[in-house]
């Protein structure tokens, strides 16, 4: 086997096996949680034998282990339960709302990740002079604020005094693409702002790295343009360390959003998440707990691939 | 209805056909004159409202977990639901009489045992189905139903029997009480087809919006309903209720014009919020308020002196001043104010008096020991505050108060009805008989002062059978009385109810029965 395929699929196991961890953690947490889950859906009216009754309806006599295996043979077949408070499947209203988050972190990726790199490498090129100076300054001040204030800034200046867009994010089916877009437009910004500085720092200082190499050295003394320096021979070798944190920040954009779903009554999973925290519902905050694990350590995954496969030192190991 | 006389009517209205000449047609198409009356009366107050658009509400209190079972209805944006979709049999008009929906006419027996609700004819469900008495008789009975976990099974506890007569609905009590058709405008009794007994979540009622679209959490959507019965209601073709928990983002929703009307503004906003443009903040009285409330029969405070000495140590006038930013009237330690039919407004205000509550904490004998004063952010809006006010307002009368801060999670189910001393509020009830059934009759679930007065008791219990106003008046001040100087609350101060308006909004009435006009705004409003 080549020694990448090798590589590649012992990373990919390891993610899996960490999955597993996950989800026993997960459950384990959610076990230890003050008080029963019957005791919680009857409130404080609940007799002794109602509480009995439900407990026996959930299962809840069964020992932890073997609740543990049904719910993840479940969950591996995309059964996730059904939710306490309301009676609906999880997987399905789970999916809508996965659907609107992913739709909004899909946006503001589009726009942060080329902008961030793109950033990054002009505050390289010009390191230490004005435009690496303004473009830090902004980013770091962005990043500084909490997003709520960000959230609410963007949302004075831009809904309130000039109109320009909608002050709330509510998004549904019958929306024209358009009309969603227009709609997500402050949280974009706002999410774009917050994410920015992180990578765009990284691909600054990747790159910044990579200049003072020998070979950078020797390709400036061949009389390169510094832009050609960066784009051919710097950029490539600082991917890994970019990659890594461009990831983290996806990452960031599907689990993370919590405060300006919020903000901007946006229908999203962290919203679901919360309501559904706030009245014990655990079987949905496994599910929701499950799924951001997942995503978590998928796109970690992934960072590591990408990372394996542009490095040449990783990619031929001695 | 003939259409030619609706037509004729319109026409009245506008001053184009003659008042005389209108009720002449209306006689000679066999329409008696008082209906006549009538229909030209709803014709003139329709004439100012415009018709069409969507009017928008941004409303805090929307939970994924929602339902649109009138039953489970327990936040905001429910009750703001259950005001579309839904119709009573009577509601609370905004000067604290009874108003007919449902039910066109209401009697009862002269002990106030038998209660009998004709209903109206020729109303329909959104689904097609004649409005019936056996309608309403079942959904009286789901609401009854344990299983249901109505909001309103404690109104039904006191139902005896019921039957239906024709289209007339008939319920009798167990115990008599005078206050039932008040009882039965409670929110949650919207009239189901058979009482929503097959999917009590449909969101199908005889109100004067149809459900359109069902997110919870997100937003509900609303469509004028062509054949509702009331043509002085209802006037815009579709109510979009936004759920927008954030403060901020409410407010900034107002002020951008995406929604027209937003409930609950803070106090501490509103004043810059009415300054901006196109936007006002209307306010009115109801009967909530906050409280501090102490457990009668658990030492100390089981010592009446010390009672006494805490009610006149704290400063009412600047918690309202403080903490409701002036948006709300002083308290007078029972939980009545003028919201209420059949107010005594002749009791003495109690005062802040730290020389008298001196005077009675030295008379109590308490040990000088700290007196632990149990608060959580969610106890009310501004309680950490309104407890650290009342600590220093106390201590002015060398009266130790300690403020033990607890968490909201689990305050509800651990603190309060639990803990000795605490801070809570009540939303307070339509009539002075709920407020006082529900929380001061000593065996009542939620007595959270454990106030166990057998006269009080008594007193309740004969107000409830008086028929004659004048005679309940009297009793219910005579319970006002003992609250005030023997109870376990200490009630600084009643909270307005605070919404914010964008100046599209026309037919604003002032209504203190509840939030955005007892829900009644997106009926009674129509958009410039």
């Known amino acids: 086997m080549h020694p990448i395929v090798k590589l590649l699929s012992q990373r990919i196991a390891l993610g899996l096996l960490l999955i597993l961890a996950t989800s026993a953690l997960i459950f384990a947490g959610t076990q230890i949680l003050p008080g029963d889950v019957a005791q919680s859906i009857l409130g404080q009216s609940a007799t002794p034998e109602a509480l009995a009754n439900l407990r026996e309806e959930l299962g809840l006599n069964e020992p932890a282990l073997s609740r543990y295996v049904d719910w993840l043979l479940g969950a591996l ?30 946006w503001a990726a589009i726009i942060a990740v080329p902008l961030a790199l793109i950033l990054g490498l002009v505050a390289a090129r010009y390191a230490g002079r004005w435009p690496d100076k303004l473009i830090s300054g902004v980013t770091l001040a962005t990043i500084s604020l909490p997003e ?13 005094n000039y109109r320009l867009f909608p002050s709330t994010s509510v998004i549904y089916d019958s929306m024209t693409l358009w009309e969603k877009l227009n709609a997500i437009a402050l949280p974009v910004i706002v999410l774009v702002l917050v994410v920015l500085a992180h990578m765009m720092r990284m691909t600054r200082a990747a790159i910044l790295n990579v200049m003072q190499s020998p070979y950078v050295e020797t390709a400036e003394l061949k009389g390169l343009r510094p832009a050609t320096i960066i784009s051919r021979h710097a950029f490539p070798n600082a991917i890994a360390p970019v990659v890594n944190v461009v990831m983290l920040n996806l990452a960031y954009l599907v689990v993370g959003v919590v405060v300006v779903e ?13 309501d559904h925290v706030s009245k014990r519902d655990v079987p949905v905050v496994q599910a929701c707990g499950l799924v951001f694990a997942a995503v978590y350590i998928g796109l970690n995954i992934l960072a590591d691939v990408v990372a394996i496969l542009t490095n040449p030192r990783l990619r031929h190991p001695k | 209805m003939n259409d030619e006389l609706k037509y004729l009517a319109g ?36 004439q100012g409202a415009v018709k069409g658009g969507t009017l928008r509400i941004g409303s805090v209190g929307g939970e994924s977990t929602n339902s649109l079972d009138p039953a489970l209805a327990a936040s905001q944006v429910p009750y703001h639901n259950l005001h579309q979709f839904g119709e009573t049999l009577v509601e609370v008009k905004a000067d604290g009489s009874i108003g007919y929906r449902l ?11 038998t209660w009998m609700f004709k209903m109206r004819s020729g109303v329909e469900f959104h689904n097609g189905k004649n409005v019936t008495a056996e309608d309403a008789m079942r959904t009286m009975e789901r609401h009854s139903n344990d299983d249901a976990q109505s909001g309103a099974l404690g109104i039904m506890r006191g139902i005896e029997s019921m039957k239906v007569d024709g289209d007339v609905f008939s319920v009798t009590l167990s115990t008599p009480n005078a206050d039932l058709p008040y009882l039965l405008a409670d929110y949650h009794l919207q009239i189901q087809p058979d009482g929503g007994f097959d999917d009590p979540g449909a969101g199908i009622g005889a109100g004067a919006y149809m459900l359109e679209a069902n997110e919870p959490g997100a937003r509900h959507l609303w469509k004028k309903n062509p054949n509702y019965w009331d043509d002085t209601r209802g006037h815009v073709d579709e109510v979009e209720i936004l759920v927008i928990n954030d403060a901020t983002a409410r407010m900034a929703a107002l002020q951008s014009g995406q929604v027209h009307i937003v409930n609950r503004v803070d106090p501490k906003v509103a004043q810059l919020l009415g300054r901006s443009p196109g936007v006002q903040v209307v306010n009115v009285g109801g009967p909530g308020h906050y409280v501090f409330i102490m457990h009668c029969d658990t030492e100390p405070f089981a010592n009446n002196d010390l009672r006494m000495a805490l009610k006149l140590a704290i400063n ?37 008096d730290p020389a008298a509550a001196a005077e009675y904490y030295k008379k109590s004998g308490h040990d000088g020991s700290p007196i632990v004063l149990r608060v959580a952010d969610g106890a009310f809006p501004g309680a950490v505050e309104a407890a650290q006010l009342y600590q220093q307002s106390a201590a002015a009368a060398g009266i130790p108060l300690e403020i033990k801060r607890e968490p909201n999670d689990g305050y509800w189910s651990d603190v309060w009805n639990v803990q000795p001393f605490c801070a809570s509020y009540w939303g307070g009830r339509p009539v002075q008989d709920q407020m006082y059934s529900t929380a001061y009759l000593s065996t009542a679930d939620w007595n959270d002062t454990r106030f166990n007065n057998p006269h009080f008791d008594e007193l309740l219990l004969s107000a409830r059978a008086e028929l004659d106003l004048g005679k309940r008046k009297g009793i219910y001040s005579e319970m006002a009385h003992i609250m005030r100087d023997e109870g376990g609350l200490i009630c600084p101060m009643f909270n307005d109810y605070v919404d914010g308006l964008s100046d599209k909004v026309q037919g604003w009435e002032k209504d203190g029965t509840g939030e955005l006009m007892g829900g009644r705004a997106s009926q009674v409003c129509w958009l410039a």
């Open chain 1, 77 to 106: 077949q995309g059964d996730l339960g059904t939710a306490l408070t309301n009676g609906k499947d999880i997987a399905s209203s789970m999916a809508g709302r996965l659907g609107n988050t992913l739709f909004l972190a899909f």
């Open chain 1, 148 to 160: 709520f204030v960000v959230g609410y800034i963007v949302m004075y200046i831009l809904a309130v």
């Open chain 1, 262 to 274: 919020v903000v901007f009554v946006y229908p999203g999973i962290g919203q679901y998440l919360v």
């Open chain 2, 11 to 46: 026409r009245a209205a506008q001053g184009r056909v003659s008042r005389r000449a209108f009720m002449g047609r209306a006689a000679a198409l066999g329409i008696s004159a008082g209906m006549a009356g009538n229909m030209l009366a709803s014709a003139v107050s329709a």
């Open chain 2, 103 to 113: 039910a066109e006419s209401v009697e009862s027996t002269p002990d106030a045992k």
């Open chain 2, 316 to 352: 009412r006038q600047e918690m309202v001043d403080k903490i409701l930013n002036g948006y709300g009237t002083v308290g007078n330690d029972f939980p009545i104010n003028a919201a209420y039919p059949l107010f005594d407004d002749s009791i003495p205000q109690r005062e802040y």
